[in-house]
């Protein structure tokens, strides 16, 4: 107890509910930011002169800064502390979302999603500090967390479409007054209380980020450049191999920038693969959905010709939808156990995407299919982030997040590149347009990969069951205990259910 009072700071709040409304007020800020960009792409794009696949490799760009940096913010909290890296993940995103606004142009557009690709870091420290400071409100907290997230994101949209209705570069403004608040949300809350050690590994730092940025230029420009042309097959040797050496360097370091050896717990492995899977196509999806629906009919054969404001109305009924899964999810894993919510998320994603294929034609039709897409969203975010936490000890808790956020955030990129690769195949030859079988592709790919999540999930055993006896592995943070067993934590509740 003397450990958590001492680590307390002069404004900081309590561990009890003040502590979560700060979170809230910076989950919030990450969900305007993640919201509100997406449905002004369009307009966006005929000021700035963007065609539709460069629309969608600014999407591709932001979830690319989302996979480099996921593994930086959370190793760099490891050591420095969650809250001082949390403070300078919001300056960095608060400073791209100015530069957004004032600046408006296509370079500033590609500088400021990157910038604000360090939200990503918020959730692993977040987390970090809640399990420290009340372990009690670990399931409940994480739930709300992401409820909070995802209606921010619709409100986001909705609000920057409203702005956008004279001029599209207005709604680029909905994040700046946001930032402010979660800047001062930052400042009040305390640091957790494990301990701290070890160094940051640049060699492998270099590598992943190196490996990633070449394994997602070839998804994205593979249909560009050819997928058999020496460009594009250099590319994707030099990036196996740079990935490669990477995880070599990982499993061989004392000090790991992502601890290859904790995806031996094989629930935290199981947990990636499927987050990473759900990710891909409930994610990786949304810059396509807001180009399919502001798509004109008239010119395209397809599509709802809707504004700005009409797309972040649908967007806000997609997270609304997601809402109601986060929330539930806490309550259905305990009637249920967590491996049937863990594989609900994925079938029901599966069950979305295939309605997308062969009902599009309407706009209801096209509105169930999202919502059901939406809901999905709400039920693999909610769940996948709780057993990661769960999987380690309480002094691994960010860096377990933080490895289900690189599954998730690598996920959404290479779907987002996928998709965008099928997008460039099948675009109309003189226009920015896209075939409609475009879409089709995409969303069978959605679906499929899906498909492969929920079949991982059902590998998925809760603590105490047989077969899950943990696995040690090596990079754990100081005052780790050999051999101690990453069981339920405080606050708890064993999810067996029979299901295990």
Excluded at 57 to 74: C, G, K
Excluded at 316 to 328: E, H, I, R
């Amino acid at each position: 107890m003397s450990t958590r009072i001492s680590q307390f700071r002069p404004g900081a709040v309590s561990s009890g509910p003040g502590m979560l409304a700060a979170m809230a007020v910076v989950v919030l800020f990450s969900g305007i930011v993640q919201g509100y960009l997406t449905p002004l792409l369009p307009g966006l794009g005929l000021r700035l002169h963007i065609g539709s696949v460069g629309q969608n490799n600014i999407y591709l760009l932001s979830q690319l800064a989302f996979a480099v940096m996921t593994p930086l913010l959370s190793r760099l909290g490891d050591l420095y502390g969650h809250r001082k890296l949390l403070r300078v993940a919001l300056a960095m995103v608060a400073g791209g979302s100015l530069l957004m606004a004032a600046w408006p142009s296509a370079v500033t557009l590609a500088v400021g999603v990157v910038l604000q690709g360090a939200l990503v870091g918020f959730f692993p420290l977040l987390v970090g500090i809640l399990r420290s400071r009340a372990p009690e409100r670990n399931r409940t907290g994480i739930s709300l967390l992401v409820g909070v997230l995802l209606i921010s994101i619709g409100v986001g949209g909705l609000v920057a479409g409203v702005l956008s209705e004279q001029q599209a570069a207005k709604g680029l403004w909905t994040a700046v007054p946001v930032a402010v608040l979660a800047v001062v949300a930052g400042l009040l809350l305390p640091d957790s209380a494990v301990p701290r050690g070890g160094r940051f590994h640049f060699g492998a730092a270099a590598l992943l980020t190196a490996g990633l940025v070449a394994l997602v230029l070839v998804l994205a420009q593979g249909s560009v450049w050819g997928w058999s042309s020496p460009l594009t097959l250099g590319l994707a040797v030099a990036a196996v191999a740079v990935l490669a050496a990477w995880a070599a360097v990982e499993y061989r370091s004392a000090h790991p920038l992502v601890s290859v050896r904790m995806l031996g717990n094989p629930r935290l492995a199981v947990v990636s693969g499927y987050t990473f899977c759900a990710a891909f196509g409930t994610i990786g999806f949304l810059g396509a959905n807001a180009l399919f629906l502001g798509a004109s009919p008239a010119e395209t054969g397809y599509g709802m010709g809707m504004g700005s404001q009409t797309i972040a109305a649908v967007s806000l009924g997609m997270v609304l939808a997601g809402f109601v899964g986060s929330t539930l999810s806490p309550r259905l894993a305990r009637w249920t156990g967590d491996r049937a919510v863990l594989a609900s998320g994925c079938l029901l994603a599966a069950l979305g995407f295939l309605s997308m294929i062969f009902f599009h034609d309407t706009l209801a039709e096209y509105l169930t299919a999202a919502v059901v897409v939406g809901l999905a969203t709400g039920v693999f975010e909610s769940i996948s982030r709780t057993l990661s936490a769960e999987a380690v000890e309480e002094h691994e808790t960010a860096l377990a997040v933080g490895i289900n956020e690189l599954a998730l955030s690598l996920g959404a990129a290479i779907g987002a590149a996928v998709i965008g690769a099928f997008f460039a195949a099948h675009e109309v030859h003189g226009t920015t347009h896209i075939e409609v079988s475009g879409f089709r592709w995409a969303w069978g790919a959605c679906a499929v990969v899906a498909l492969l999540g929920g079949a991982a999930a059902l590998r998925y055993r809760s603590p105490g069951a047989a077969g899950t006896e943990p696995v040690q592995h090596s990079g754990s943070r100081p005052g780790s205990r050999p051999g101690s067993r990453p069981g339920p934590q405080p606050g708890h509740v064993s999810q067996e259910g029979g299901l295990a």
